[in-house]
């Protein structure tokens, strides 16, 4: 059976908004440039300020809590509001909501540059993720409707995932050349031409859809997610300063289960649920989502670790540490389009389990990191997160579109994403709350409390190998025709 089911498409969202019966291959690739660039920004933001974080703190006098609200803020928007987009975008149009989003993320990108202080920075931070979730998922949704034949979809959504992490990669290594060359403020500042750019040949090229049949506001699903995400994400970071046991921690932590099984009770009730339970009943696709966020803590993880270690510990400028994750973003450059072609051949089992095997292996053997390691050796290391990242993103972005109707296109697309900027926000999370205040002094202090972060990045590994295994199979590929057909031939 083949790796990948089929979307079901329907006469009506064939011609929903369509200007073009059937764009240009030319133009086909010119909307998936446009959709890319966005998503490099969108993404990229995620790691390419985690190597100006240093540069953060001595500037603006941040501690180590403030410098996990600089990138979970704008992660925990993300996860928090991306359904919303979505289905929003299905609604009233995807080149409408792809525009503002745009907007908004320049607007941000310039208030974060002005920022003087870590509180303001912190909220332009999340004004810029606003804009961020209406691009992610969007842009998905476009590249998957401005492709109509099956075999060119997957591989612009092939093209499209790699795009992701690609940009994580890569983040870094342009982070610590601006922090180096023009301080931290560039890492904003450089969005902005690409943003207003993007907003023009969106303007021109991108064709304008929506799905046949409008889905209605969730006010109630949506409170629900930023509920239990927020308070999750909240409960962890400040754990390390009012501890496990206060009733702060405690009452924010029974919120975010409250408000899980209220998202489990009230969803299904809705004819238009934000969170579509019955995508769930795939084992592929659920899976794709739990992947997703391992994979994705185990990233954010390495990143926010990483680039203090190599900076603090082994007092590299920016733009060493940058050069140092070159290994890293070579390899996504090199491994993402191999990927693509071998999950069209042989499906994704073998990418997952080398991700996965790579992730656990690069997890263990970062415990014996120290302030003395030869850079050889940490950069052999390195390269064992290339291999996992450069196999994990397009299997998961495959396998979690596979077999959903089109005119789901921007909700499916919505909860992989979510998925992804949950991981990375959790990652953030549970490594700046590991690692505490050695972050700050550098040395054997720093490397010691490290272990604990390298040892789940082991575990989270192991995890991805396991849930690709067993989304691949015969049974597993059965269950995602049958929720395909829960959504029936009109979905």
Known sequence: MSASIRPQVTAGERGAGRHDAEPSRRRRLLVLAICCASIVVVVMDISIVTVALPAIRRDLHASVSGLQ?????YTLVLASFLLLAGSTADRVGRRRVFQIGLAAFGLGSLLCALAPSIGLLIAARALQAVGGTML??????IVANTFPDPAERAGAIGVFGSMSGLALALGPILGGVLVDGLGWHAVFWINVPIVAAAIVCAALFVPESRAARARRFDPVGQILVVLVLGGLVYAIIESRWLGWTSPVILGLLAVAALAALGLLAYEPRRADPLLELRFFHSVPFSTAISMALLALCGFGAFLFVTTQYLQDVRGMSALTAGLCLLPVGALVLVLSPITGRLIGKRGPRLPLVV??????????????????TPLPVVLAIYLLFGIFLGTVNPPITNTAVSGMPRSMAGVAASL??????????????????????AASQGGTAFTDVAHGVWWLLAGLGLGVLALGLLSTGRWAMATAERAAALFGPRA
């Open 69 to 73: 609200w600089t990138v979970d803020a």
């Open 136 to 141: 992610n998922p969007v842009a998905m949704a």
């Open 355 to 372: 991700a996965g095997a790579a992730l656990a292996l690069g997890g263990a053997a970062s415990v014996w990191l120290g302030p003395a």
């Open 416 to 437: 992989a994403s979510a998925g992804r900027q949950t991981g990375t926000t959790l990652g953030v999370a549970i490594s700046g709350t590991i690692v505490g205040a």
